[in-house]
């Protein structure tokens, strides 16, 4: 038996990094599962990768991308449970003073965009299956960097702290029938992140050879944690087992609070 078994879940962002990591442990666990990507390479893998997967290529921040996504999840899985949002890109740590105004102007849209529309794009989209499932459950990606700074630069810390606001204000609204939560992960290998391209960071965050190292030495546990170690916490937010949790974010980030 499987914490999810007969649960049917969306993953949005699950090409790669954490969002791959919640999509196969949901399924390890029980659950039904489909997946909004936007990168066509990662769609292509998902497919021969996953084959019992519903993959959906699309924007996580254009509502008739979403709208698709979770009409080929109800199509092919014949509902909807559970939505994951694991959307999100990186500002490398620029602070503001570090921003023209053109780029604060310009990043401030694109970071904004991705972090926290495509948050309330997929939610929206996916509320009114989530309600008809009559144990809906709705999990956002936040992060440690919206708890504690120096863990982004100001445009990436703001849009975290958003997505905080996002949980509260998405519980008290949506229930009682779905509850709402987030997960907090902190550094994590694996993660394919990219910036703004508007601020020039459409790169890639990669995992040097010192990169385990310095996530070890950031944390009271000396961990280096991957997409697997954060992905429990979705399942458990996904599953009935939390079914009188909401409003609540789980921190999978070491410890960092205790530093």
Known sequence: MGWLDGKRALVVGAGSGIGRAVLDA????????????LDPAKCARLTAESPDCVVHQGDSTLAVDVAAAVAATVDGLG??????????????YRGLTDLSPTELDQGFDELFRANVLSQLVSVQAAVSELRRSG?????????????????????????????????????HELAPEIRVNGVAPGGTLGTDLTGPASLGLDTRILDGPDRAADLCARTPLRV???????????????SDRSRGTTGTILHTDGGAALR
């Open 26 to 37: 949901f399924a390890a666990e029980g659950a039904a599962i489909a997946a909004l990507e």
């Open 135 to 171: 144990t809906g459950s709705i999990i956002l990606t936040v992060s440690t960097s919206g708890f504690y700074p120096g863990r982004g630069g100001i445009l990436y810390v703001a849009s975290k702290f958003a997505v905080r606001g996002c949980v509260i204000a998405l519980a």
């Open 79 to 92: 509902g909807l449970d559970v939505l994951v949002n694991c959307v999100g890109i990186f500002d490398f």
């Open 224 to 238: 280096a944690l991957t997409g697997a170690d954060h992905a429990g916490s979705y399942v458990f937010l996904a």
